[in-house]
Every structure is written in C-alpha cells, then in structure tokens.
C-alpha cells in the first residue's frame, strides 16, 4: 500500500505509473505534427492534401494543398512564430515558450 502518491493499493507501483503518466503526457498524436497546435483547435479539422482530402497529421494553418505553408521554415523558427502568435493572443511569452518546447520533437522536424 503507498501512502504517498496516486494509488492506494491499486496495484501499480510509483515508477509505472510515472511512466504511464508521462507517455500520456507526450503522446502527440492528437496536435498538430508541425506546430503543436491541439488539432482540436484547428477550426478546419486539419489541413488539406494536394488531392483535396483532410490531412489528419497537420493543422489547415501548417498544411494546405498537401504543401506546408511555410515550408522554409526551421523547428526555432517554427517555434518563435508560435510564441508571436500566442503573445498576440494574450499568452506571457514564457507561458508561449512552455507550449512550444516540444516543436522539435515533431514528426516534421525529426529528420531536420
């Protein structure tokens, strides 16, 4: 029985459930694969490929006609545009850097 932590007795131990906390935490498979952005958010439900269908891993703001809208750009360059935006929407710059972190990790940015 733990009796500091998240469980009493429910059979998992701190460290498995550390891990099955933090996957969950980092699983990105719900937001954007360019920016991060919650696909949710997206008011286009994802981006558009060339053929006209939805593209479900990218954002309409990061991928329209099966081509990025910026596609010049790098993963800190990505990020510092995110940052910009955000602070236009009202978010502490810092508040937008926490957001972003996780940019580079992206599927968009693993092979740059």
């Known amino acids: 029985m733990q009796v500091f932590g998240h469980g009493f007795g429910n059979g998992k131990n701190q460290k498995d459930e550390y891990k099955s906390n933090n996957e969950r935490k980092y699983n990105m498979s719900n937001n954007c694969q360019s920016c991060g952005m919650p696909m949710k958010r997206d008011p286009e439900a994802g981006g558009t490929n060339a053929d006209g269908s939805k593209n479900k891993q990218y ?3 990061c991928f329209q006609s099966g081509e990025f809208t910026q596609p010049d750009f790098t993963a800190q360059q990505m990020q510092d545009f995110c940052i910009e935006k955000m602070k ?3 978010f ?3 508040v937008g850097w926490f957001l972003t972190r996780g940019i580079p990790k992206l599927d968009r940015w693993k092979e740059k």
């Open 88 to 90: 236009e929407m009202g």
């Open 92 to 94: 502490p710059k810092i």
């Open 59 to 61: 954002c309409s703001y």
